[in-house]
């Protein structure tokens, strides 16, 4: 009888070792949870963000690289993608995430063109830039993991609509099931994460000015409760390393049941 082959251990918390890895909106919220990830599992991190302050302690803080960006710029992002990979060598990894939810983007009855340009240019404009300068990169390598940040308004409606985030989400998960499979063979996976409501800044502003309207959205969560931004980390550090390898154009929902319920538990 043949001996069984000798099995290499898997270091788990090394998944992502000799990775290079750029986040977009690093500097707080799922941003910064997943640097903190991709640093703890072995990725070299290069946070691109607005705020100088925040993005250089972000980066400190992972021992990592900050690039200054407008996403919205594409001469910013491309020196982002840039730096990266003329820093250290390669782009393995783009974790597309930066985005806003400004309280004028409301119903579609309210929301003037003003509040919905904005909105479409830094959640959808910033994800097709750096889709394409992450692309130029990991074409030429033959490799490479894109993770959108998407949400789990791009499956449902909502009646308490915020028409432009909602449209430029759905835009981000369109995108990102043609690039995975555009690219597939190419050695290049894109994913869209579609996070369900999240326990950030951004969700903690919106309980502080309508606290009804927030209570609204948590009693759909089969789970009960709000996601940390750990979390979320967890799941884009998944579709960030080879452990997702046969993973590509996905609709990642990562929303504690939200988008597979009708009614909630009791």
Not at 8 to 25: M, S, Y
Not at 171 to 198: D, K, Y
């Amino acid at each position: 009888m043949n001996a069984a082959p000798a099995i290499t251990p898997i270091n788990l918390t090394q998944r992502l070792a000799g990775k290079v890895a750029v986040i977009t909106g690093g500097a707080s919220g799922i941003g910064l949870a997943t640097a903190k990830r991709f640093a703890a599992e072995g990725a070299t991190v290069v946070i691109g963000d607005m705020d100088a302050a925040t993005g250089a302690a972000a980066a400190e803080l992972v021992g990592g690289l900050f690039v200054q960006v407008n996403v919205t710029d594409e001469a910013q992002v491309n020196n982002l993608f840039d730096t990266a990979a003329a820093t250290y060598g390669s782009v393995d990894i783009a974790f597309n995430n930066a985005g806003i939810s400004p309280p004028d983007d409301d119903s579609i009855e309210t929301t003037e063109l003003p509040a919905w340009e904005k909105v479409q240019d830094v959640n959808l404009k910033s994800v097709y830039l750096c889709s394409r300068a992450a692309l130029r990169h990991m074409v030429k390598q033959g490799n490479g993991s894109i993770i959108n940040t998407a949400s789990f308004v791009a499956v449902l409606g909502s009646a308490t609509s915020q028409i432009s985030y909602t449209a430029s989400k759905g835009g981000v998960l369109a995108m990102s099931r043609e690039l995975g499979v555009q690219f597939a063979r190419q050695g290049i996976r894109v994913n869209a994460l579609c996070p369900g409501p999240v326990n950030t800044p951004l969700l903690q502003e919106l309980f502080a000015k309508d606290q009804a309207r927030a209570q609204r959205r948590l009693v759909h969560i089969p789970v009960g409760r709000f996601a940390e931004p750990e979390e979320l980390a967890a799941a884009v550090a998944f579709l960030a390393s080879d452990d997702s390898s046969f993973i590509t154009g996905s609709t990642f929902l990562v929303d504690g049941g939200i988008s597979s319920a009708y009614v909630t538990p009791e």
